[in-house]
């Protein structure tokens, strides 16, 4: 079985990231620019902020946090995006998710330039996702393709079985596989018999939020597996799928903690980094 180590891929793309910057410095004389704008002081957005922080510098990135206390107007963050959609210095926005309650938080999405959206979320580019069309790329989803594609790099005709339809996982998932030509089943908690699903798939990814709800005899001999879940337990942090019972059919699996997460960040910044050069053409 191999085991997918997030943290060597995400660590390599890390590495090409910083030299295309430095190429891009040459060329242009200014670097890609990330501005995440963090509001209230929930304690796991304040540290996925800081180490979005900390990787944006460390490939090179201009980066910037703006904080708002959790009583800021809507009208004073949405202001601010407008502010930052034309700030040429800028080239990508992240509104650090889940919003206080009196913040609308489709408002704030469709408020981001798209051609500045790093998490993909505004409807252009879910729809330009959806089109086929160059996007902006929801950085989990992205992250997991990328991991596949390590592994398998012709997908076409691959069964595979997408558990969760969030607009943040599964859809944009089960898009990038359509567009390797895969066939796609995209499952969710109304799914009549999710074990009968599986079993049919060279290639699982799991993003649901159940704890080791993907088990090993669901699991078809040779598939890769794919864990998004992250959900902590009493026995600690673990995915969606059931490690020990799936690491011993699979041909490959992402390990929780140390799979799809540190490939989020990472292509956090190659979404920044894409947004600036399409804005250089
Ligand atoms: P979400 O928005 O809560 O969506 C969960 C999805 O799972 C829904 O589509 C739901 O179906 C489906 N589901 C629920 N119970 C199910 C069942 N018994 N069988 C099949 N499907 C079922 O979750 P999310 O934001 O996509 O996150 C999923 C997991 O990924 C969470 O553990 C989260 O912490 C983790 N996550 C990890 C990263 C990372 O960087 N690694 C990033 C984001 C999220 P319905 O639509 O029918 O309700």
Avoid at 65 to 85: A, C, F, G, H, R
Avoid at 216 to 238: F, L, M, Q, R
Wanted: glycine share 8%; proline share 5%.
């Amino acid at each position: 079985m191999i085991l997918i180590d997030g943290k060597k891929a995400a660590a390599e793309l890390r590495a090409e990231l910083k030299e295309e910057v430095a190429e891009l410095k040459s060329k242009h004389n200014k670097v890609p620019g990330l501005t995440v704008i963090l509001i209230g002081d929930l304690a796991p957005s304040q540290i996925y902020v800081r180490n979005k922080e900390k990787s944006a510098n460390e490939v090179g990135l201009k980066s910037e946090v703006i904080k708002y206390p959790d009583s800021v107007e809507e009208k004073t963050v949405l202001e601010k995006i407008q502010e930052l959609n034309s700030d040429k210095t800028v080239s990508g926005i992240l509104v650090q998710l889940p919003l206080p309650k009196h913040i609308d938080k489709q408002k704030v999405i469709e408020a981001i330039d798209p051609s500045k959206d790093v998490d993909g979320f505004h409807p252009m580019n879910v729809g330009n996702l959806s089109s086929g069309y160059e996007s902006s790329i929801p950085c989990t989803p992205l992250g997991c393709y990328l991991l596949i594609k390590k592994i398998e790099p012709n997908l076409s005709g691959k069964k595979a079985v997408v558990v969760g339809r969030s607009n943040l996982n599964g859809k944009p998932m089960t898009q990038l596989l359509l567009k390797e030509n895969c066939t796609v089943t995209i499952t969710h908690s109304k799914t009549k018999d999710l074990k009968a699903e599986c079993l049919e798939a060279d290639i699982i990814v799991a993003a649901v939020g159940i704890p080791e709800l993907v088990r090993g005899d669901w699991v078809k001999k040779d598939a890769i597996v794919i864990d998004v879940g992250i959900n902590k337990t009493d026995n600690g942090i673990v995915g969606d799928v059931h490690f020990d019972e799936v690491s011993k059919n699979a041909k490959a699996l992402t390990p929780v903690p140390g799979g799809v997460g540190p490939m989020t960040i990472a292509c956090l910044l190659k979404n920044t980094i894409d947004c600036f050069k399409r804005s250089q053409i």
